[in-house]
T-cell receptor, first 117, second 110 residues
Framework: NAGVMQNPRHLVRRRGQEARLRCSPMKGHSHVYWYRQLPEEGLKFMVYLQKENIIDESGMPKERFSAEFPKEGPSILRIQQVVRGDSAAYFC???????????????FGPGTRLTVT | GQSLEQPSEVTAVEGAIVQINCTYQTSGFYGLSWYQQHDGGAPTFLSYNALDGLEETGRFSSFLSRSDSYGYLLLQELQMKDSASYFCAVLGGATNKLIFGTGTLLAVQP
């Protein structure tokens, strides 16, 4: 059973370009979460999605950032017009269900390291 | 709001026991989780406490006191491979988002 997959693992973008990060959850998992981690800091929640629905986007900046989890295919985190402050590691996690044991135990992918030059 | 506080660094020697504390302030509490992260890699789940008391899983144990808004992770028989960052986390209310603590960098020395 493959784990959570993210690609690319490393992404370099110039200021003003778009960054597109992909996440495929574990098989059988329908809940996807995106977190951002700045160097030497903890993980900060960005957005929680289920198939075709955004459940909680309270941690995502209102401008330039968007996320989707279509019926088919991976979840996408999209950052438009990137700035240097967007440089960070972006982690995706998945869980099988809401509530109970499925909520507190999330399975994380290896992350995408975004560098904005 | 919600916040979790941890010591920033802890150092211990191989074979020793170390305790990593976590104090939290939340507007609704559903349990305390612990995650391990090696060198910025994927965080991995270690344990979860929903009720007061000690949960033991091999060399790792986790404790929770809801009345004190406090928990800790206990690592026994430390090994070099335990050198990593450890994060406590709570579920953020009605949705499943995890709110992470500031993280504790554990350095295990020979």
């Amino acid at each position: 059973n493959a784990g959570v997959m993210q690609n690319p693992r490393h992404l370099v973008r110039r200021r003003g370009q778009e960054a597109r990060l992909r996440c495929s959850p574990m098989k059988g998992h329908s809940h996807v979460y995106w977190y951002r981690q700045l160097p030497e800091e903890g993980l900060k929640f960005m957005v929680y999605l289920q198939k075709e629905n955004i459940i909680d986007e309270s941690g995502m900046p209102k401008e330039r950032f968007s996320a989707e989890f279509p019926k088919e295919g991976p979840s996408i985190l999209r950052i438009q017009q990137v700035v240097r402050g967007d440089s960070a590691a972006y982690f995706c996690a998945s869980s099988p269900s809401r509530g109970g044991s499925g909520a507190y135990e999330q399975y994380f992918g290896p992350g995408t390291r975004l560098t904005v030059t | 709001g919600q916040s979790l506080e941890q010591p920033s660094e802890v150092t211990a020697v191989e074979g020793a026991i170390v305790q990593i504390n976590c104090t939290y302030q939340t507007s609704g509490f559903y349990g305390l989780s612990w995650y391990q992260q090696h060198d910025g890699g994927a965080p991995t789940f270690l344990s979860y406490n929903a009720l007061d008391g000690l949960e033991e899983t091999g060399r790792f144990s986790s404790f929770l006191s809801r009345s004190d808004s406090y928990g800790y992770l206990l690592l026994q028989e430390l090994q070099m491979k335990d050198s990593a960052s450890y994060f406590c986390a709570v579920l953020g209310g009605a949705t499943n988002k995890l709110i992470f603590g500031t993280g504790t960098l554990l350095a295990v020395q020979p």
